[in-house]
C-alpha cells in the first residue's frame, strides 16, 4: 500500500523513548504467536539498556518512517553489511512500512559496497526477509538470562 504522508529520516537520541517503547509494544504483540511470554519478556527487555541504544543510534545508520509526526517503524544498518533493527508499529503492519525501511537498508549497504546483507531475524519477520531475497543460513537457539530464543541467520547476496 502506498503511503503518501511516510517519511524516512535519520533518527535522533530525541527518538530513543519513543523507539524503546515501540520495540516493546510491537514484540509484545505481533510476535505473541511465535515466542512463549517468557521470550518475549527477556527480548523486550534488551531495550532497556539505555547506553547500548544510544550507542547503536549514534553509530548506525539507523532510520525511522514517521506518518503524522509519529514513529511508526524504525530499521538499522550496522557497519556496512548487517541489519540489525526492522520494527514495524504493531497497527501499522503490512501497510508496506518496512518494505521503505529496507529499501533504504539496502540502497545504504549497496553504497558502502557491500556485497552481502546478513541479519539475525525472528521467526515472525522471516516470511519479510524471504520476500526480499534473504536465505536461511542456520536456524539459532540464543540462551539469554536462562530463556532459548529461537531465530534465523540469514544473508542476501547484493548485486
Ligand atoms: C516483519 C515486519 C518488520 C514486517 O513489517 P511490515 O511493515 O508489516 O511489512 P510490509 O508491509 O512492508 O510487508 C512487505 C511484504 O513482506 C511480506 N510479509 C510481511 N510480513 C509478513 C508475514 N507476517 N507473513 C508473510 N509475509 C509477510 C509480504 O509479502 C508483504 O507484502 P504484502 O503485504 O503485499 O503481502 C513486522 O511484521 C514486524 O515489525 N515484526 C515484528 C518485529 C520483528 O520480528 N522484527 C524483526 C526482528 S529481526
Not at 21 to 26: E, H, N, S
Request: with cysteine.
Amino acid at each position: 500500500m502506498d503511503k503518501p504522508n511516510l517519511s524516512i529520516r535519520h533518527s535522533n537520541l530525541s527518538n530513543l523513548p519513543e523507539i524503546q517503547r515501540m520495540f516493546v509494544d510491537t514484540i509484545s504483540a505481533v510476535c505473541k504467536d511465535d515466542y512463549s511470554p517468557e521470550e518475549i519478556k527477556v527480548w523486550t527487555s534488551s531495550i532497556e539498556n539505555t547506553e547500548r541504544l544510544i550507542d547503536k543510534l549514534t553509530t548506525q545508520y539507523f532510520l525511522i518512517a514517521e506518518l503524522d509526526n509519529k514513529i511508526v517503524g524504525f530499521a538499522s544498518l550496522k557497519g556496512n553489511d548487517y541489519l540489525d533493527f526492522l520494527y514495524v508499529h504493531k497497527d501499522y503492519q503490512r501497510q508496506g512500512i518496512a518494505d521503505r525501511l529496507y529499501s533504504e537498508i539496502e540502497a545504504e549497504a549497496i553504497k558502502k559496497e557491500s556485497k552481502v546483507l546478513t541479519s539475525d531475524v525472528s521467526i515472525t519477520a522471516k516470511a519479510f526477509f524471504e520476500k526480499k531475497g534473504f536465505r536461511t543460513l542456520q536456524k539459532q537457539t540464543n540462551i539469554i538470562r536462562g530463556v532459548e530464543i529461537v531465530n534465523y541467520k540469514m544473508v542476501k547476496e547484493l548485486l
